[in-house]
């Protein structure tokens, strides 16, 4: 709970001070089990430091607001409206002297520096796995990593950031750090820097964890999405998924999967084909993650402005088969969630090299597509009959709370107007004080 947040709604809403005191005050001692003389004193202190922040205005203090929430535009949800936002984001940030920047929409960004390209990344725990810590470090840590490797990088550290609100465990901390050391030892990665916070500081009641790993790495050859050809054939690794499947196991009841979810194979398949004579002619690499293979097929033809193909009956065997039985079951779309799969693009003559290599690391792959020119989009083949396979709103619902989540959308078009202004609203302002920022710094003091 919030309860900077609480105040300042409820106080927006016109209830009385001693109201909200009152109410707030039963909350803290409800969550933190405080005594009520320190709950009153925190919660009048919540209120003070609220009404000290009413009324400032100025570029520092305001912004333009969309009227859109984060859950109702699926911000996070690796769906249509996710990647809207991420394009907005690329917007903002603009066009950089980067070999591989953001508006290309790869997992990583690379920089050339001393001959070599740079290539770094950063990724989120997946929030639902607030309660077992291991369990998120370990797999936001393999997805970083697997970040660096598609984009043909030899990982060479790790960094941390970790977030645990007031009233959490600090075992936490400790937990989640063996999990993103476990898979940075095994790869011989070494975790270098990090921080530690709390959530929001005192302002936010529970035990939430969250955080981040980043990756930085090496590279001599690019293989980022804008390097897909017309021509190229699509290949495939079985997954068995990450912390998305592990959610949807923990919280639909079949604890028992998440075991299939602990193993090195798209790290140690990345690192047989860096160090293969066939890499060097590998177009293009992603990981199954974004919305599935819906999100990523989708966002390849984007970025290289091609047409993509992709066959469903060459890609159903390559769900590990406790994990497709659980999806199943689910009656959940596997095409539509992350797999941990990696997707390889390149021309046909080198694919049965590349199948070998993989093969020899004990997973299997095979082509599941093609490139072809055309309008950029991504097609799917189901019995010889193509369909649309573009990204749906939200990735496929893999957990009860999802199920109901996906009953509530609103107007997405209507939606897009609204983050649109913000965005240009953003981009204003980052020029105003962008600009205030050169005069004084090219002015004599």
């Known amino acids: ?185 095994a790869m011989n990665v070494p975790l270098v820097t990090g921080s530690t916070l709390r959530i929001g500081g005192d302002m936010v009641l529970g035990s939430r964890l969250t955080g981040c790993v980043g990756a930085v790495g090496v590279a001599q050859h690019l293989t980022a999405r804008k390097s897909t050809a017309p021509g190229d054939v699509v290949l495939m690794t079985q997954g068995a998924g990450g912390g998305t499947i592990a959610t949807a196991a923990i919280y639909s009841g079949f604890p028992e999967v998440v075991e299939q979810t602990i193993n090195l194979n798209f790290l140690l398949t990345c690192e047989a084909l860096i160090k293969s004579p066939v890499f060097p002619h590998i177009h293009a690499m992603t990981d199954v993650t974004n919305g599935g293979l819906r999100g990523d097929a989708f966002e390849m033809a984007e970025t290289a402005q091609c047409r993509l193909v992709i066959r469903e009956n060459d890609t159903s065997s390559l769900v590990e088969p406790h994990v497709r039985e659980m999806l199943e079951t689910l009656r959940i779309d596997y095409l539509g969630v992350s797999l941990d799969s990696l997707l390889i693009v390149a021309p046909e003559q080198v694919s049965g090299e590349i199948c070998r290599t993989i093969r020899a690391t004990g997973v299997e792959c095979h082509e599941v597509g093609y490139a072809e020119a055309g309008k950029p989009e991504s097609v799917l083949v189901v019995d010889g009959k193509e369909q649309d396979f573009a990204p749906r709103f939200r990735e496929s619902a893999y957990t009860p709370v999802k199920k109901v989540v996906d009953m509530d959308v609103r107007d997405f078009e209507e939606m897009k107007k609204d983050v649109k202004r913000a965005s240009e609203a953003a981009i204003q302002k980052k020029q105003r004080v962008l600009a205030r920022l050169m005069r004084e710094r090219n002015t004599p003091a």
């Open 1 to 185: 709970m919030d309860v900077e947040e609480y105040v300042r709604r409820s106080l927006g809403a016109g209830e009385p001070e001693e109201a909200v005191l009152k109410k707030l005050t039963g909350h803290i001692i409800s969550v933190k089990k405080a005594r009520p003389a320190y709950a009153s004193a925190f919660a009048r202190a919540v209120i003070e430091e609220v009404k000290n922040t009413q009324g400032l205005t100025g570029d520092f203090f305001e912004f333009e607001q969309s009227g859109v929430k984060m859950g109702e535009f699926g911000v996070g949800s690796r769906g249509k409206g996710d990647f809207f936002a991420h394009r907005e984001i690329a917007r903002i940030i603009g066009k950089t002297s980067a070999s591989v920047g953001v508006d290309e929409m790869d997992d990583a960004g690379a920089v050339k520096a001393g001959g070599e390209y740079i290539v770094c990344t950063v990724d989120g725990m997946h929030s639902r796995l607030s309660d077992y810590p291991y369990l998120a470090g370990f797999h936001v840590t393999r997805a970083t990593l697997r970040d660096l490797y598609v984009m043909g990088a030899k990982p060479i550290m790790l960094f941390s950031d970790i977030h645990v609100a007031d009233d959490g465990d600090v075992a936490k901390i400790f937990d989640y750090t063996a999990g993103v050391t476990t898979v940075g030892e």
